[in-house]
């Protein structure tokens, strides 16, 4: 199985950037579809954005979408999420998940195998 862990979670002001990492282990990342998924207090784990195995095809949800890019390194084993034009609305436990490709869709949560811990993003107005 693969080991995901996610970093670079800071707090920054609306209208600043981050940008997240997920480092994967135990398997080629190249292995999976990689998705970005996150968690405000009291709500459900929502979808952000995916990125399928090469990288040539990202997804993401309309909120985030123009601000948000996925990206990846799989000779890093390495996923990214650069955030641009953050607002106090993105504030949330941003997770990175793996799924085998043909196991469900993008922007399940439900269809994910795998799940890091957590990085925090928190944006102040």
């Known amino acids: 199985q693969v080991q995901l862990v996610e970093s670079g979670g800071q707090l920054v002001q609306a209208g600043g950037s981050l940008r997240l990492s997920c480092a994967a282990s135990g398997r080629p990342s190249s292995d999976y579809t990689m998705g970005w998924f996150r968690q405000a207090p009291g709500k459900e784990r929502v979808f952000v954005a995916a990125i399928t195995r090469s990288g040539s095809t990202t997804y993401y949800a309309d909120s985030v979408k123009g601000r948000f890019t996925a990206s990846r390194d799989n000779a890093k084993n390495t996923v990214y999420l650069q955030m641009n034009s953050l607002k106090p609305e993105d504030t949330a436990i941003y997770y990175c998940?793996?799924?085998?490709?043909?196991?469900?869709?993008?922007?399940?949560?439900?269809?994910?195998?795998?799940w890091g811990q957590g990085t925090q993003v928190t944006v102040s107005s």
């Open positions: 998940g793996a799924r085998r490709p043909y196991s469900g869709t993008s922007y399940v949560v439900t269809d994910y195998d795998y």
